[in-house]
């Protein structure tokens, strides 16, 4: 086991770089740098400065050799200066191997724009991606494993069609509609205002006792988790139920009730380790899901600023060093989640060595 975990870590440089590289190229070509967005910004500007004198004209010297589309009244100089600042004065390649070398030492750099080493955003960001992401992690697997089980055992029952039809419903909705609509009825829009909407903790939260603490962080999760819940269980229950549904239709499982068996031992004893083996499979991309991609419009609806949504602006407006970094980290974490995720495998079910076959 030793040595596949170790050719897992050695696969996981290439990975990485190829993410940096596609990345990094895609850049090359996309319009609207962050140069253009301090020229677009600074245009903008002066063209209310000069409403405000009664005047159109631009100001600063006519620069007609930029290569920015839109750079015409705009220094050279002050260009050459931006160009310095975002290291766009090197040649692509050059710049590329220094942010490979720099990333290796999580040396991200700073924001272009926020005037911040990047690594103090992520972790600023990163406490409200935690809070939603592993929450809904938990209670999604908490809820939809069981429910699935019990699917299975009780298939074409009452209970299997309203749980289904229950659960497809609640996958149709859109969570950040749903979210709207708990705002609307819970927070303060129209009807009640039970919850709070901004923030995961009050403003008094560094005075309230270790209880208060507790409950006044519970209860600002409530809604978001609400919303983010609501979808995400439909796939991972029926996962769930058709994995116990073709394990207990198995030889093993009738050898196990003809020798006399009890129900749960049948379930739990045989049938859960091999079922669940698929339902493992798909933790890293419900954990990716859970902590970034998915909380992206909820934190947005409940004004939480986390790491999902910093990445959503960060790639708006241009800041590249904030988006290479949030997606360096996304990448590295989901990699490590796929080992661990084949650790799991080796666990619950020590018959499977990956040693045996190719990586």
Known sequence: MGSYILKRI??????????????????????GGPIEQLISKLQNTDQVDAKLNGGTENIGSQNENSTY??????????????????????????????MVSNYLRF???????????????????LPVSISLGLWILIISYAVSIPLGIRKAVKEGTKFDIWTSAIISIGYAIPSFVFAIFLIILFAGGSYYNVFPLRLLTSDNF??????????DYAWHLVLPLTAMGV????????????????EIRK???????????????????????????LVISGFPAAFLHAFFTGSLLIEQVFSL?????????????????VVFAALYVFTLIGLVIALLSDLIYTWIDPRIDFEAREV
Do not use: C
């Open 305 to 321: 600023d986390g790491l999902g949504y910093l990445t959503y602006k960060s790639a708006v407006n241009r800041d590249y060093a």
């Open 10 to 31: 050695l696969l996981m440089i290439p990975t990485l770089l190829g993410v940096l590289a596609l990345t990094f190229l895609v850049t090359q070509f996309v319009p």
């Open 107 to 125: 040396d991200f750099g700073d924001s272009y724009f926020q005037s911040k080493p990047v690594v103090n955003l992520i972790l600023e960001k």
């Open 251 to 277: 030889q093993y499982v009738v050898t196990a009730r003809a020798k006399g068996l009890s129900e749960a031992r049948v379930l739990y004893g045989h049938v859960f380790r091999n079922a669940m083996l």
């Open 231 to 246: 979808g995400s269980f439909a796939t991972m229950t029926l996962l769930t139920k058709n994995s116990f549904l073709d």
């Open 206 to 215: 560094s005075d309230l006792s270790w209880f208060g603490k507790v409950k």
């Open 69 to 98: 589309r839109g750079a015409k009244g705009i220094d050279k100089d002050i260009i050459k200066k931006w160009e310095k600042q975002f290291g766009f004065d090197k040649p692509p390649l050059q710049r590329f191997g220094e």
